[in-house]
């Protein structure tokens, strides 16, 4: 009996602890309408290379993430507007800008289509191989997402 109170002591703790944590790091997903489409992979030399469009509607974002290896951006068509984790815009990308984010925790970023008309993204991933294409970060403490 003793052994079975103990048991479901360190249980309810374990639960407890759990829940608290998990309470404190929303991730933060895209908005409504996101799109992303491969158009090409490979792996070469223990990398991943994914050739992705993605499509941001008026007043959506990509939500807070980053990237575990390098990605590079052209914005085919809108404005892309560039958060970093301080909040700060770190660039404003209109159609024919390139755009590079560097990979790393560190690194965590929003885009957002500030604009009237849709985002649309052509982004080359260079990835660890197997490694996803973002990570989900909570919200950094902006007033926006």
């Given at each position: 009996?003793?052994?079975?109170?103990?048991?479901?002591?360190?249980?309810?703790?374990?639960?407890?602890?759990?829940?608290?944590?998990?309470?404190?790091?929303?991730?933060?997903?895209?908005?409504?309408?996101?799109?992303?489409?491969?158009?090409?992979?490979?792996?070469?030399?223990?990398?991943?290379?994914?050739?992705?469009?993605?499509?941001?509607?008026?007043?959506?974002?990509?939500?807070?993430?980053?990237?575990?290896?390098?990605?590079?951006?052209?914005?085919?068509?809108?404005?892309?507007?560039?958060?970093?984790?301080?909040?700060?815009?770190?660039?404003?990308?209109?159609?024919?800008?390139?755009?590079?984010?560097?990979?790393?925790?560190?690194?965590?970023?929003?885009?957002?289509?500030?604009?009237?008309?849709?985002?649309?993204?052509?982004?080359?991933?260079?990835?660890?191989?197997?490694?996803?294409l973002s990570?989900d970060?909570?919200?950094?403490?902006?007033?926006?997402?």
């Open positions: 009996m003793r052994k079975n109170l103990l048991r479901l002591g360190v249980t309810m703790a374990a639960a407890v602890g759990l829940s608290l944590g998990a309470s404190t790091a929303f991730a933060t997903p895209a908005g409504p309408g996101v799109k992303g489409t491969i158009i090409s992979q490979t792996t070469f030399g223990g990398k991943d290379y994914v050739l992705r469009q993605i499509t941001i509607p008026p007043g959506q974002s990509t939500g807070w993430h980053y990237h575990d290896g390098t990605v590079y951006g052209f914005v085919q068509h809108g404005t892309l507007s560039h958060f970093d984790s301080d909040c700060a815009s770190d660039g404003v990308y209109k159609a024919g800008s390139s755009i590079t984010e560097p990979s790393g925790a560190e690194h965590v970023h929003i885009g957002r289509n500030l604009g009237t008309t849709d985002v649309v993204l052509d982004v080359l991933y260079v990835l660890p191989h197997g490694a996803p990570e970060a909570p919200n950094p403490g902006c007033d926006f997402q």
